[in-house]
């Protein structure tokens, strides 16, 4: 790279990566990936992230700082071939070495030196010219020397991700963990804030600096992100933008200009001082709102250090949502019953039409069945082990044609099972 590339090569900038092509044992190219720009009007404009969160989210983001096919490497479209390759496995690799994906790549064109054919022919978009200019330790300088810039997105909703108002669980690397904000009406006419107003605020007048309504915001949203503790809560709070804070009704210091988020002391003080029973069902209801039509699992847990020498441990039946893990209902298991007599508690507020419920062995039971279809208009998928002698062989010696159609879908060619 040093001796064939125009440019030199000393170092690549911030977090880099280096990959070499290799064609039948021989290298034939070189390629540099390293941080974006810290600045790249036509990018941004294409973007349209404000600068608070231009300066959160650049990491997502990696710059082609140098390419080179090396002099003996003859082939017809090796340069476009070599760069598509390597965008398939580059998000991968950036993950796997700095803990977080990158959905979208740039590179900078000199026009008067190249035209750019490799990266046109591997879809790269053209979005105009820089202004420029260059930056050294700090500093900007002009060259004099206006480059095209260009860029790929590595997902088709990089646009979306990098611009959208709260932070995505995939550019965190956690698209199993939680649920994306972006994806349900937090400041809507009937959202999540909306609701937490109606909620009475038990504390003084005197002293209160955070609305109740916002305090409570800030926690949802850090727990639907991901947060397990006060503290994480604290630090999910404190890392948001002033637009977040903003959504989320935190209180505008005037003297400082900017809005604050509640501190870990304040959300723990205002946590424990609520009631959990009435907290829940508003949260409850609000995600089943954004939740219809999914499918939903029921399981009963002990809770790990609830018991005591005169009490059994507690037990819960929750319903989650499959994807996000995300409890819409639960209720206690009373000591003297089993999971089997809370199974239509707890689904009872749930709006299930369409729904598919899956459950355990334990529920497999002609009642609750009947249940989900009839009543709840849903669909199930219950596990039957060989405790049901019966009703296992049955199913075992059934064809297809043998499921009787969903009573709610009929003529539609849906079958429950």
């Known amino acids: 790279m040093r001796t064939h590339h125009y440019l030199g090569f000393e170092r690549l900038v911030g977090e880099s990566m280096k990959y070499v092509a290799v064609l039948d044992g021989q290298w034939v190219a070189l390629i540099g990936w390293g941080t974006a720009a810290f600045k790249c009007a036509s990018r941004d404009r294409w973007i349209g992230w404000s600068a608070e969160q231009q300066w959160r989210r650049l990491r997502f983001i990696a710059n082609n700082q140098r390419f080179l096919v090396l002099p003996n490497a003859h082939m017809p479209n090796l340069a476009s071939k070599t760069l598509a390759l390597n965008l398939r496995r580059l998000s991968a690799d950036w993950e ?40 050294n330790a700090g500093r900007y300088y002009r060259h004099g020397r206006p480059k095209t810039v260009l860029v790929r997105e590595l997902r088709r909703d990089a646009r979306g991700l990098l611009s959208a108002p709260f932070l995505s669980p995939i550019l965190q690397g956690k698209e199993e963990v939680g649920l994306d904000l972006n994806a ?46 006060f503290a994480a809560i604290g630090q999910w709070a404190a890392a948001q933008t002033q637009d977040i804070l903003k959504r989320l009704g935190c209180r505008y210091n005037v003297g400082k200009g900017r809005y604050v988020a509640p501190s870990e002391p304040t959300i723990r003080r205002t946590l424990q001082s609520s009631d959990a029973d009435v907290l829940d069902q508003v949260i409850g209801d ?18 790990r250090g609830s018991g005591s020498a005169d009490r059994k441990p ?31 508690p707890l689904l009872d507020p749930l709006d299930l039409k369409g729904a598919v419920i899956t459950a355990d062995a334990l529920h497999a039971q002609t009642e609750h069945a009947r249940y989900l279809v009839e009543v709840k208009e849903a669909d199930y998928l219950f596990t039957v082990k060989r405790n049901q002698p019966t009703l296992f062989d049955d199913i075992a010696a059934l064809d297809e044609s043998g499921f009787s159609p969903c009573a709610h879908r009929t003529g539609e060619g849906s079958r429950s099972h």
């Open 184 to 229: 349900v009406n937090v400041g809507g006419s009937d959202g999540l804030i909306r609701r937490l107003r109606l909620l009475p605020d038990p504390r003084r007048r005197r002293g209160v600096r955070h609305s109740w309504a916002s305090v409570y915001a800030v926690s949802i949203c850090a727990v639907l992100c991901g947060a397990r503790s």
């Open 314 to 344: 507690v037990h819960l039946m929750s319903a989650l949502i499959h994807k996000e893990g995300v409890v819409v209902s639960q209720c206690e298991v009373d000591s003297k019953t089993s999971e089997i007599a809370a199974f239509k």
């Open 286 to 303: 609000w995600l089943r709102a954004q939740t219809k039509g999914c499918a939903f699992a029921v399981d009963g847990k002990t809770l």
């Open 96 to 135: 796997a070495v700095f803990g977080h994906p990158v959905v979208l790549a740039e590179t900078f064109v000199d026009q008067a030196r190249f035209r750019g054919t490799c990266y046109l022919a591997a879809n790269w978009l053209p979005l105009g010219q820089t202004k420029g200019f260059g930056r």
